[in-house]
């Protein structure tokens, strides 16, 4: 086995170790065994141990660490949070005393006192912030736009099975509630609608996606970006991810006013109560090898 020759691999830690903590786990192992490869994993920390004993006997045990602090000793150079908003919230800024922290929680940046102190912090200690694109499409366009003051209006619109989503109150109960009302009729339900920054709050388990659009989009930022959540009981087998936005007008016929406007669809596969569909899983990972390099501050990759 021989390390990459344009590059030693990253010293990594993964915090959090549910599915995606696991896919991220098993594409770092099976990556090991290729000639060449780019990450060395340091460490892998859950906040309840009993999920280790249910995974794969293989598991290296030396890896498993007590405490995130404990990670931190291990002098990585970049840890991987794939756990919940409440770490970033926690432990965000030791981890960035000590290495590059990449974000997979991203709606902990719509409290916008933890993104301003996260912020000062990369510029104090030189490290620095990653955010996966995920289910994102179309983020580097949206950043030019939003380089150039062009973006004028962003509006994120999510549809899931009724079983997919992990909410929190009010739209739990709204959602049962509408459940309810439909009985055994398809339909779709429109659990919110409205800015990002109260709907992350309110579901930060499935809208990092809005969260990651509100951050490239951040001349809009939480409070303009708008976001929609929808479940429909037909979609079995997909997430659909819809992402419109609009630029300025411009004159064309030398009379005639359009406006500039784009809308994707991304149906991405996944089965019923996943949280994230699958090829959300590997873009994540394209987006940790892209997590270098980068000057202080907050950047989507």
Same mark, same amino acid.
């Given at each position: 086995?021989?390390?990459?020759?344009?590059?030693?691999?990253?010293?990594?830690?993964?915090? =959090?170790?549910?599915?995606? =903590?696991?896919?991220?786990?098993?594409?770092?192992?099976?990556?090991?065994?290729?000639?060449?490869?780019?990450?060395?994993?340091?460490?892998?920390?859950?906040?309840?141990?009993?999920?280790?004993?249910?995974?794969?006997?293989?598991?290296?045990?030396?890896?498993?660490?007590?405490?995130?602090?404990?990670?931190?000793?291990?002098?990585?150079?970049?840890?991987?949070?794939?756990?919940?908003?409440?770490?970033?919230?926690?432990?965000?800024?030791?981890?960035?005393?000590?290495?590059?922290?990449?974000?997979?929680?991203?709606?902990?940046?719509?409290?916008?006192?933890?993104?301003?102190?996260?912020?000062?912090?990369?510029?104090?200690?030189?490290?620095?912030?990653?955010?996966?694109?995920?289910?994102?499409?179309?983020?580097?366009?949206?950043?030019?736009?939003?380089?150039?003051?062009?973006?004028?209006?962003?509006?994120?619109?999510?549809?899931?099975?009724?079983?997919?989503?992990?909410?929190?109150?009010?739209?739990?109960?709204?959602?049962?509630?509408?459940?309810?009302?439909?009985?055994?009729?398809?339909?779709?339900?429109?659990?919110?609608? =409205?800015?990002?920054?109260?709907?992350?709050?309110?579901?930060?388990?499935?809208?990092?996606?809005?969260?990651?659009?509100?951050?490239?989009?951040?001349?809009?930022?939480?409070?303009?970006?708008?976001?929609?959540?929808?479940?429909?009981?037909?979609?079995?087998?997909?997430?659909?991810?819809?992402?419109?936005?609009?630029?300025?007008?411009?004159?064309?016929?030398?009379?005639?006013?359009?406006?500039?406007?784009?809308?994707?669809?991304?149906?991405?596969?996944?089965?019923?109560?996943?949280?994230? =569909?699958?090829?959300?899983?590997?873009?994540?990972?394209?987006?940790?090898?892209?997590?270098?390099?980068?000057?202080?501050?907050?950047?989507?990759?």
């Amino acid at each position: 086995m021989q390390y990459n020759t344009k590059a030693k691999p990253l010293r990594v830690g993964i915090v =959090g170790f549910g599915h995606l =903590g696991q896919f991220i786990y098993r594409h770092i192992e099976n990556e090991r065994n290729k000639a060449i490869y780019d990450f060395d994993l340091v460490f892998i920390w859950n906040r309840s141990k009993d999920i280790f004993s249910t995974f794969d006997k293989e598991l290296n045990q030396d890896l498993i660490v007590e405490t995130i602090e404990e990670g931190l000793q291990r002098s990585p150079d970049l840890i991987i949070e794939v756990a919940h908003p409440t770490i970033i919230e926690k432990y965000a800024e030791k981890i960035l005393d000590v290495c590059d922290l990449f974000i997979g929680s991203p709606t902990a940046l719509a409290n916008e006192s933890i993104e301003n102190s996260l912020r000062r912090k990369t510029i104090e200690s030189g490290h620095v912030v990653y955010i996966g694109t995920g289910a994102f499409w179309g983020a580097e366009d949206i950043g030019k736009m939003n380089e150039r003051n062009t973006l004028c209006s962003l509006s994120i619109t999510m549809k899931k099975h009724p079983d997919s989503y992990k909410l929190n109150e009010p739209l739990h109960s709204k959602l049962i509630e509408q459940r309810t009302k439909l009985g055994d009729q398809p339909g779709e339900i429109v659990i919110y609608s =409205g800015p990002v920054r109260e709907l992350c709050r309110l579901a930060p388990n499935n809208v990092n996606t809005m969260a990651v659009g509100a951050t490239v989009a951040s001349s809009l930022g939480f409070d303009r970006v708008q976001g929609c959540l929808i479940a429909d009981t037909s979609l079995s087998d997909r997430h659909i991810v819809e992402i419109e936005l609009s630029g300025p007008e411009t004159i064309v016929n030398e009379n005639d006013k359009v406006k500039f406007h784009t809308k994707t669809v991304r149906s991405n596969p996944a089965e019923i109560g996943a949280v994230t =569909g699958t090829a959300t899983l590997l873009s994540f990972v394209s987006s940790i090898k892209r997590a270098k390099g980068r000057t202080a501050g907050i950047h989507v990759v």
